[in-house]
């Protein structure tokens, strides 16, 4: 198998096949990322990737039960590429029970529901994107590349396909001025689609990315614990539709996962004896070890 490194998956596949159908990302203007700077974007041949769908049978075989296909925005692909990938993928694991991309609201917006529902009967299982705000004026500063109306559309046509959609918000992502705002604002956005999951990151400065040297000048204000505890509480609170919400990540200063509504309450009584705690409490400031 060929990997042009480095290779990125979200935690939830860690135990996934990783095969690259998509080098780099095709967007890659998102000022807090530092993820594929280096490389040129560029889609796979097919037939490079089902070379390497067949070498993995080969060693791992029946092991495989879920695959991803980094990298960055694979769901770019035509569509019928990806479904013959997703199709043969299918025929070579027999034991395979989930096939899942990356794709921003940018791209999945440009298919239609008839083409995702192609992608579904394929064997596509869920769409990882990343929402990062539902606050407008955040998505400008950080150049998402995407409205909150963008992404509404992306996600209600991805649930309208029938496939799984696990939408990631970022706490801090907004700075401490429009903190509740792009709190509010990412809520609304997560009510109007109804994803499956919402997955929460704390924004953390990735050196040599724009928003990092935003946040050595002093420009960009990172959150304290308390005040990023604070961002997800009013998330959690205006959060209306039933979702999964998780902080499986190591950027996050607590975990607190649950099936909402149902688990609101306990949710927020987890943040709100978290920020009782002293600042000790809490894990390093990342940046000090990037």
């Known amino acids: 198998m060929r990997y042009e490194e480095p290779v990125y998956r979200p935690p939830s596949e860690a135990n996934s096949l990783l095969i690259q159908a998509t080098i780099g990302c095709p967007h890659n203007k998102c000022t807090f990322c530092g993820m594929y700077k280096g ?13 390497d769908i067949s070498e993995a049978k080969t060693f791992y075989g029946a092991l495989v039960s879920s695959v991803f296909f980094p990298d960055g925005n694979s769901i770019i692909m035509r569509t019928e590429q990806l479904c013959e990938i997703l199709r ?22 440009r298919k239609g529901v008839e083409e995702l529902c192609r992608l579904k009967d394929a064997g596509l299982s869920r769409i990882h994107s990343g929402i990062e705000s539902g606050d407008s004026t955040t998505l400008e500063r950080i150049k998402k590349g995407a409205t909150p109306d963008d992404i509404i559309e992306a996600g209600r046509k ?28 990412s809520a609304d956005v997560i009510n109007a689609i109804e994803p499956d999951f919402v997955r929460i990151r704390t924004y953390v400065p990735v050196p040599n990315t724009p928003l990092w040297r935003a946040y050595k000048s002093g420009e960009f204000r990172l959150l304290s614990p308390y005040q990023a505890l604070q961002e997800m509480k009013i998330i959690i609170e205006n959060i209306t539709c039933k979702t999964v919400f998780l902080t499986d990540h190591i950027s996050n200063y607590i975990y607190v996962n649950g099936h909402l509504p149902e688990a609101k309450g306990r949710l927020l009584t987890a943040i709100e ?4 705690l002293p600042k000790e409490a ?9």
């Open 39 to 51: 490389k040129r974007f560029r889609i796979r041949r097919v037939k490079e990737v089902l070379e």
């Open 88 to 109: 043969f993928c299918k025929s070579q694991f027999k034991n395979l029970r989930r096939m899942t991309v990356y794709g921003s609201a940018k791209f999945v917006v």
């Open 158 to 185: 991805v649930k309208s396909a029938g496939i799984e959609l696990s939408e990631y918000l970022m706490i801090g992502i907004a700075g401490i001025e429009r903190s509740e705002v792009h709190a509010k604002a």
């Open 273 to 276: 004896e978290a920020m009782r």
């Open 282 to 290: 809490f894990r390093e400031e990342l940046i000090e070890h990037l």
